[in-house]
């Protein structure tokens, strides 16, 4: 893998955790965990059994996993020390009464890569006091960590078989362009104020807004494909148009207030958009897409315009 793929990679991964669900979110701890620990078990609940607080052990090891993924993490701490509590009771009666040695607890947390809060560590560290065992805290940056060890098969494997590659976008299928364009206009995007600056150069808008040479290849690939888009426009009403306008420029929005601050911010912005607006996660939806959004880009409907001098 080369390290533009490996890049790429490690934005679509965060892109993953930032739409992720509690169960999706699980799923994908899980296949990482089973990807880097050929003895990891995942556990699945059991009727009035439940899954006896946890949600996957490595009986070798004696480690036993607990996933939180709340759709808020803001404002849960008291609730998240509790369930963490709980957890850790619940778990060790129930595997040590079956025989199982309890060594150490990870406490997995969807922080979305904002951090949690201290008291979680000191909490871990006075479960490890009163147990006797390990304990320890996982957030999104420590899964990340973990793919990124892990051999490229198995990276592909997690991201569901798809490593973009701009030189694999051409001649976008009409059929797969319409598909997407159905499937966005599903959304509910509330209404923006009418505002379309003057068009800047395109390369500059890339540099203006940071992004990387292998994310910026998928808009010039994307532009270069337009005339798909624009023979579009031309055979449906101006409301198509402007509805999707809604949509891309909501989206980024939405990008914008959830990703936290970083120095790959924009590319994961990016990739966040490329997901939330493809029905399927394959390459000829995903290139769909990228002319789309390229479209947008020079029609300054999503990221930052240069102010003219």
Not at 225 to 232: A, S
Request: net charge negative; proline share 4%; glycine share 4%.
């Amino acid at each position: 893998m080369t390290k533009e793929e490996k890049y790429i990679s490690r934005i679509l991964l965060k892109s993953r955790f930032y739409q992720a669900d509690k169960q999706a979110f699980e799923d994908l701890f899980t296949k990482i965990k089973q990807s880097e620990d050929g003895d990891f078990k995942q556990v699945k609940p059991q009727g009035r059994l439940g899954d006896g607080k946890c949600d996957g052990f490595n009986a070798v090891k004696e480690e036993y996993y607990q996933v939180y993924a709340p759709e808020e993490l803001s404002g849960n701490q008291a609730t998240m020390l509790s369930k963490m509590d709980s957890s850790i009771c619940g778990l060790i009666k129930f595997w040590q009464e079956k025989d199982f040695k309890v060594s150490k607890f990870f406490y997995v947390v969807k922080d979305d890569y904002k951090n949690v809060y201290s008291l979680l560590y000191t909490n871990a560290k006075a479960i490890a006091t009163n147990h006797k065992i390990k304990c320890e805290i996982l957030i999104c940056k420590d899964l990340e960590d973990t793919f990124l060890k892990l051999d490229e098969d198995k990276m592909i494997d997690i991201l569901g078989g798809i490593i973009p590659d701009p030189l694999n976008i051409t001649n976008v299928e009409y059929g797969v362009m319409q598909e997407v364009i159905a499937f966005l206009l599903q959304s509910n995007a509330p209404r923006i104020k009418e505002e379309i600056p003057t068009h800047p150069n395109f390369e500059k808008k890339i540099i203006f807004n940071s992004l990387s040479k292998a994310l910026a290849d998928f808009l010039n690939a994307g532009q270069r494909q337009n005339f798909v888009i624009k023979d579009y426009f031309e055979l449906n009403s101006k409301f198509i148009k402007e509805e999707l306008r809604q949509i891309f420029n909501n989206t980024y929005k939405q990008a914008v207030l959830e990703i936290p601050e970083s120095d790959t911010k924009n590319d994961e912005i990016f990739q966040f958009i490329v997901d939330k607006s493809s029905p399927k996660d394959n390459f000829a939806f995903h290139n769909a897409v990228y002319v789309l959004m390229a479209y947008y880009f020079e029609y300054c409907d999503i990221f930052e315009t240069p102010k003219p001098i």
